[in-house]
């Protein structure tokens, strides 16, 4: 049980990315999932990329990952918030 994702190696560097409607709370909403479970991530670690009508946006936020299960709490909780529509 305790097999880590193919190719990942842990601790690593990953990218944590949320998308949803562009309503000025997604970034925050994301930022605060992430970093409690990965508290020690810096403030520039989060980048925002906007849809081509400016309609949903992205957000990515790059994490030193420590364990699969970390990752998969991090996506649970993003999932379960209703700003957020999906997660890659």
């Known amino acids: 049980m305790n097999e880590q994702p193919p190719g990942l190696t842990f601790p690593c560097e990953f990218p944590v990315k ?3 409607p562009d309503d000025g709370q997604l970034p925050g909403v994301v930022w605060n999932i992430v970093t ?7 403030d520039g670690a989060i980048r925002t990329n906007s849809s081509r009508r400016g309609r949903f946006l992205s957000v990515t936020i790059t994490i030193t990952a420590h364990s699969r299960e970390q990752l998969e709490a991090i996506y649970a909780e993003l999932n ?6 999906a997660t890659l």
């Open 18 to 20: 949320a998308m949803g």
């Open 36 to 42: 409690r479970h990965a508290p020690e991530t810096p």
């Open 80 to 85: 379960a918030h209703k700003g957020v529509l």
